[in-house]
Nanobody
């Protein structure tokens, strides 16, 4: 059974850091790529970072470049998102997602939620003083 389980969210002060984790199991272990998304209340879900599982190549949204780092464990069973210099605008539910296990031609950006087949339940990040 495919499963993604996020952890590591919490409440932090502006300027602080968090590391989010996403444990993959089942089919998601073979996903070609994985990503992190966030969604604040009354906002659309936003892709913030993605990584190709095999090569480790990464993609970031312009809004988080230089502050967010996506990486995976050497066994590729855990995905991480290191978030630095947190700002109240970063407050959101953060979701881990995994793409398909086989290649299918697509023009979708890896920061587009439609490119993903599997989703976790999310972990809340709240930034306030």
């Amino acid at each position: 059974q495919a499963q993604l389980v996020e952890s590591g969210g919490g409440s932090v002060q502006p300027g602080g850091s968090l590391r989010l984790s996403c444990a993959a199991s089942g089919n998601t272990l073979s996903s070609l790529y994985r990503g992190w998304f966030r969604q604040a209340p009354v906002e659309q879900r936003e892709g913030v970072a993605a990584i190709f599982t095999r090569s480790g190549s990464t993609i970031y949204a312009d809004s988080v470049k230089g502050r967010f780092t996506i990486y995976q464990a050497s066994a590729k069973n855990t995905l991480y998102l290191q978030i630095n210099s947190l700002d109240p605008n970063d407050s959101a539910m953060y979701y881990c997602a995994a793409g398909p296990t086989t290649y299918t031609p697509s023009t979708l950006s890896l920061l587009d939620s439609r490119a993903y087949d599997y989703w976790g339940q999310g972990t809340q990040v709240t930034v306030s003083s």
